[in-house]
């Protein structure tokens, strides 16, 4: 299985990611990550790294997805995504000589 990121579309809401996943097992599939202005606005996410989160957060549910609950194709990042990407971030910093 692969992941392709195809890029981003400017919104009224916010920024979609758009990432593609080619199964050999399976048929092609697109996945689109909405998230916020505000998330950017506050702060709490910079711009270079929205991409890498989404993709993060793809390459985590794609092994749990099963035949009764396959993976949403449009999802918007939550407040506790955000958050849980600025702490495996502030602890990777943490531990960088």
């Known amino acids: 299985m692969q992941i392709q990121y195809v890029g981003f579309q400017l919104k009224a809401h916010g920024r979609d990611y758009t990432y ?11 996945f ?14 910079p711009f270079q790294e929205a991409a890498a989160l989404c993709y993060q957060k793809l390459q ?3 092994p749990l997805e099963t035949a009764e609950k396959p993976l949403p194709r449009r999802t918007t990042l939550s407040d506790q995504d955000l958050e849980a990407y600025r702490e495996s971030r502030r602890s990777a910093r943490k531990r960088s000589w």
Do not use: G, M, Y
């Open 20 to 30: 593609r996943v080619i199964d050999n097992q399976a048929e092609d599939r697109e």
């Open 60 to 62: 985590k549910a794609l």
């Open 32 to 45: 689109v990550f909405s998230i916020s202005n505000r998330a950017f606005a506050d702060n709490r996410l």
